[in-house]
Each structure stands twice: as C-alpha cells, then as structure tokens.
C-alpha cells in the first residue's frame, strides 16, 4: 500500500482531475488548492502569491537546488542576488512549500498535485511518482473547454504553461521536467482516456 | 482491442522479459529475435550483422530520417556519403526494417520489441507505445543475472548500450529516446516490477 501519489502533469492534459479522482477512491487527502491555501495560513503570503510563484515563477535563481539536494532546506538566508528580491521572495517560498511536502505524507495517505512534489518525495519508498502528459489537440480542446477561449491562441498558452513548469522544475531540481526516468509511470491521457489513468494509479496504490 | 504492442526499454529494464509474457498471455506473436531472423531471410544479410546494425548503430548519416517522415520508404537509393560505405548499408538495413515493422500488424496482433517500432507505427490507432526503464542499481544487478559478467563494469555497459540507442533512435526519428511523449505509457520496472507492467499492457492492449 502507498502512502503518497504525486501527479506531475502537462498544462490541460487532465493530470488535476485524475489527481481528484484517484484521491476520491482512495478516500485520501487531495493537495492541490488545498495546498496553496495551507501555504498561505502558515506562510502569511497571499493565495494569490503562491499561486503565481509557487510553480510557474521563470526566476533565474537557483541556489535552492543544492540546498534541496543535500536536504538542508529548514533553514535559508542567502540571497539570489536579485536586485527588486522577488526571487528571493520565490526561494523563500519554495523552501516553505518544499517542507510542507516533505511533511504533508506522515498526517496520512495524500494525492499532491505538481509543485515538484515528485522530486520532495523522490527517497520515499511508499510513494508513486506520475506524469500525466497528452498531445497538444487534447490539451487545447481541454482548455478551452475548461478556462474558456482567451486572446491568446491555445497552442501559445500550452507552451507558455509547459515553458514556465519546465524552467521552475529545472530550477529547482536540476532535473528536465517530463523525462520518464524521474517517475514511476507515465500515461498519455489523451490517448488512454482520463477514467483508465485514474484506475491504473488506483490499482498500483494499492498494491 | 489493440492489434499491436511496441515495447521500447532502457538495456537491462526488463522490457524485452516483459514483451515476451505479455505476447503468451495475449496469445499474440512476438518479434525480438524473431524480426531479426525474418529479416535476415528476406534481405539476404546475416543475423550478426542485422543484430548489430539493426538498432545499436552509432552511424552519423541521417537520410533516411526524412524518407522515414515522409513514409517513401518504398525506394532508397541515396548515398549517405560515407567512403567506406557502412552506413550506407545501415540506412538500407532500417529501409527494409521499417517496411517490414509496418506490415507486420496487418499479418496478425504482435508485440514489437525495439528497432523505433514506437516511432514506425506512430500514425495506427490501434497500436499501444510503451517505454519501459529502471533505475541503475536495478539494471545493472538484471544484467549480470542475464549475460554474466564481463570486464567492463555494468554501469559502463549501460551506459554504452543505452547511448548507442540513443543515437540510433535519434539519428532515424529525429526524436528524443526515452521522452514520455513520444509513447503511450512509460514504467519503472524497477519500482512497479516486471509482472506489474505486464499485468498493465495486457489490460491496456484488450480495451
């Protein structure tokens, strides 16, 4: 049995809401908004802050990923050398979020949604590490079916999305964003269907 | 209902293990060796030299990339411009790979192990891509089991091996071996176990 399933996900692939529903079966805790807003009580930052740095920030820093790699994340001081300190302010958050996803496993059996959970949790024995990808026809029909039709064509906002993810995840983790080796497995929504990846993730939780 | 499988697999992942019960259990031909020896009948060029130039080849030419997208492989005739003339032969050895991976579904349901058979039937709606990998430790520990040991040290063999995949699948598709993109489904073998990711493929491939 698991204790943690982590969902890496393209931008409208559907990794969110087979996250919800594997949860739901599993009758586990579900970390996604809940996520943003447990950081927010317990940071003081804005929901509206956490949400905007806590995933898709394209800061150049980068000196949280040795920090990260040697486990070393409960305490932090340095700065990135920026000079309006906004990426500082995102490191800063990041370690806060990095701590309380390293914690998040041992309160009970959870489903968290992106944020490099993957990565947070990669030495933990009992955790299932996935990435829900899709090709862009899907994602774009998702999109717009779920966030409505914007300016800016659906092409451009699912590369812009997968950019933002990309550069975070790399920057934190130095590790590329997608590659099948950093999971345990990864499904092409679009091709399998949303329903059958949330019943393989359920299956293998439970063994 | 699938009517083909194509395994793809990091050297010592368990894949080509993995291809061959999921072929029993399907009741489903199975090509790993099998290809190589149809190959060499209808080609005319010994199974050593198709073993090692059929998937493992460091050539430098990529020609047949484009023929390959463009689906005219049916003619071939181009120089790849190498004096001794070996990867010329190699370009014709994939001509004649790829025109048989293409037919072979339609003889009858098959698993296909390697050889960019993901990439080869990337275009058939009934064709399930997998990528199956594992961590090092987990490699090089099957390998030893499986070929005894040798000289080299198997992290060197895996390296090796996998780079010469690589390059291969690179040099023929123009993709990234081993993004989890370019499949269905990728699995940790090491993580899930080699029964698990049978156990998946079989129910995947019957829906």
Known sequence: MKQVITISREFGSGGRSIG?????????????????????????????????????????????????????????????????????????????????????????????????????????????????????AFRADRIIRLYGERDDAPAKRLEEKDKKRKVFYKNYTGRSWGRSQNYDLCLNSGKLGIEECADIIVRLAQK
């Open 20 to 136: 919800r529903e594997v949860a739901e079966r599993l009758g586990w805790a579900f970390y996604d908004r809940a996520l943003v807003e447990r950081l927010a009580k317990e940071s003081g930052y804005s929901e509206e802050f956490i949400e905007k740095r806590g995933e898709d920030a394209t800061t150049t820093s980068s000196f949280l990923f040795n920090l990260a790699r040697s486990g070393a994340t409960s305490g932090y001081g340095a700065s990135s050398g920026s000079i309006d300190g906004s990426p500082a302010l995102s490191d800063k958050l990041f370690v806060m979020q990095y701590n309380l996803i390293r914690a998040l496993p041992d309160e009970g059996p959870c489903v968290i949604v992106g944020r490099c959970s993957d990565y947070i949790l990669r030495d933990r024995l009992d955790a299932l590490h996935t990435f829900i990808f899709a090709d862009a």
